[in-house]
């Protein structure tokens, strides 16, 4: 992010987004990393904004809830499929409703970039019933972030701001311009029946939020966010977020409908589109969604064929979705797998459970590539925390002898996210064989970029704060048999611990701690620094003192 704030400057949608955050006012952005929606909350905490990592998505809304209701704009951010943790909130937010503006972003991962799904979380804004923007490019990731908060105000709504990967982190010229500001400084104002979520409550917040969306959507019908632009009358294209760009260059002769706002829809504005052309086509990145819609209402569209629904659009597959082309694509072309970093104290454990014949229910996270060779040492990977869950799922129901194999692995920030229900679950539901589960410690959030998360005694800004302690957490919810071990220390005491917790058919964790090799250099500067402001501290109590 650049540290002299000009009129213009190249930025990627992350980076837009989080500048147009602090130019509205944004007082508390939180949120919990994931590619491709990271750097955003970094961006905004090194422009100056108040910016937190939270221990999961749901947390993360959450808090983001209480701001907006106590009148303040908050931004929260995640990843695709951290909407999902985050859903229970979302779906009720749209009842509760807002005061002060509140921005979701959700950022889509067509193609899987590094995503274990593909899911096109449009849906969500049709489920839940909020309002739904799809900026196309770092200008529009600022203008609509700007105009998010705005509108979230105006019709008391949780807005979702839709990024995908190619906005997220591709970079375009973006000018700063001025966005509306909060309306009042923060302050709570009573609203049971609004907030408090009975069902004698429910019943008629469900009512106005149909009404709120049936304003939004006579609204989108000719706001800043709906854009029309005329050309042939050939062809006429619809469609929204990055396609749009796509749809730029590869039939520049074509009319386009840009809908910014989308969900719910201007259908008065789409049908005198539609009727403009003399053939109009819906070109979207993912599942067919606007032309689902549009054909239901009685719209002559057409949409693409079943092939383009998979992975990222490119300027190549529009041309070819326009010319309804079903010819095989060229393959992409390979890249070079990935891999665990030389040094990584991931690397011994995923030899040793795989030299114990172990049956590894696995987690999210680098050490998720202990699936590959030369480890092959990873059975399931579903989603965060599932490591804990599925492997208590196997061991209730396997045979002995296969039971007593299962282990389940999971990483430090993961293990904050999610894991401590698995946890619980365990203690409460033991299996007959007992269970060993793993936790991975190496001192940060290493997949996403080395980010902190409540295990490690640092905020989002690196500076410390109260650490928790794994150990002891587990030794409070009953766990009688925790051990702490470095897996790289090479005096075979990692073998030996995971091959003893096996045989004792007890339920066991095993704390596997040492610095990741690529965050190692970084947090030793984090703690000189915090040492350093420690004995700066009690120099300046003593001398205050001694005065």
Request: net charge negative; proline share 6%; with cysteine.
């Amino acid at each position: 992010m650049a540290k002299q704030l000009q009129a213009r400057m190249l930025l990627s949608g992350d980076e837009a987004v989080a500048l147009a955050a602090l130019n509205a006012g944004v007082l508390l952005g939180t949120g919990y990393p994931g590619t491709p929606s990271t750097e955003i909350l970094e961006a905004f905490g090194a422009l100056g904004g108040k910016a937190q990592w939270a221990p999961n998505e749901k947390v993360a809304l959450e808090v983001g809830l209480g701001a907006a209701f106590g009148g303040a704009r908050a931004l929260v951010t995640m990843k695709h499929v951290g909407v999902n943790v985050a859903a229970d909130v979302l779906f009720t937010a749209a009842y509760t409703g807002v005061t002060g503006g509140l921005i979701l972003v959700s950022a889509d991962d067509p193609g899987m970039a590094s995503s274990q799904n593909e899911q096109d979380n449009r849906h969500y804004a049709r489920a839940a019933g909020v309002i739904m923007l799809e900026p196309a490019d770092s200008q529009q990731a600022y203008d609509f972030t700007g105009a998010g908060f705005a509108i979230s105000e105006q019709f008391g709504l949780p807005v979702i701001l839709r990024m995908t990967t190619r906005v997220c982190h591709s970079k375009s010229i973006v000018e700063q311009k001025p966005l509306p500001q909060p309306a009042a400084a923060p302050s709570f104002q009573r609203d049971i029946p609004a907030r408090v979520m009975i069902p004698a409550h429910a019943r008629p917040a469900h009512r106005r939020l149909r009404d709120k969306l049936a304003q939004v959507a006579a609204y989108a019908e000719s706001c800043a966010q709906t854009l029309v632009e005329p050309r042939g009358k050939a062809l006429g294209i619809i469609t929204s977020g990055i396609t749009a760009m796509h749809v730029r260059d590869a039939a520049p002769e074509a009319s386009v409908l840009q809908l910014g706002v989308s969900y719910p829809l201007p259908l008065n504005a789409i049908r005198e589109f539609v009727a403009s052309v003399e053939r109009c086509l819906v070109i979207e990145e993912g599942d067919p969604i606007l032309v689902t819609e549009l054909l239901a209402a009685g719209l002559k569209v057409e949409g693409k064929s079943e092939r383009f629904r998979f992975g990222e659009l490119n300027v190549d597959r529009v041309r070819r979705i326009i010319a309804r082309d079903e010819s095989e694509e060229a393959p992409a072309p390979r890249g070079k797998p990935p891999m665990l970093c030389e040094g990584c104290s991931h690397r011994p454990v995923f030899e040793t459970l795989r030299d114990l014949n172990c049956i590894v229910a696995g987690d999210i996270g680098c050490y998720t590539l202990g699936v590959l060779p030369p480890f092959s040492a990873m059975d399931t990977c579903v989603c965060m925390g599932a490591s804990i869950t599925v492997g208590l799922g196997l061991r209730h129901v396997l045979p002995e002898a296969e039971a007593r194999r299962v282990v389940s692995v999971i990483g430090d920030s993961t293990f904050m996210h999610s894991g401590l229900t698995g946890l619980a679950e365990m203690v409460y539901n033991p299996p007959a064989t007992g269970h060993v589960v793993m936790i991975l410690d190496n001192g940060t959030t290493a997949m996403t970029g080395q980010q902190e998360h409540p295990g490690t005694g640092r905020d989002l800004r690196h500076e410390p704060t109260h650490k928790i302690n794994f150990e002891e957490v587990c030794r409070a919810m009953g766990l009688k048999q925790v051990v702490t071990v470095d897996p790289l220390a090479g005096d075979g005491a990692l073998a030996t611990t995971v091959s003893a917790a096996l045989a004792s058919g007890e339920l066991a964790v095993i704390v596997a701690r040492r610095p990741c090799i690529l965050a190692a250099p970084k947090i030793r500067q984090y703690d000189k620094a915090a040492a350093e402001k420690l004995l700066a501290r009690n120099a300046a109590c003593s001398a205050a003192v001694t005065e």
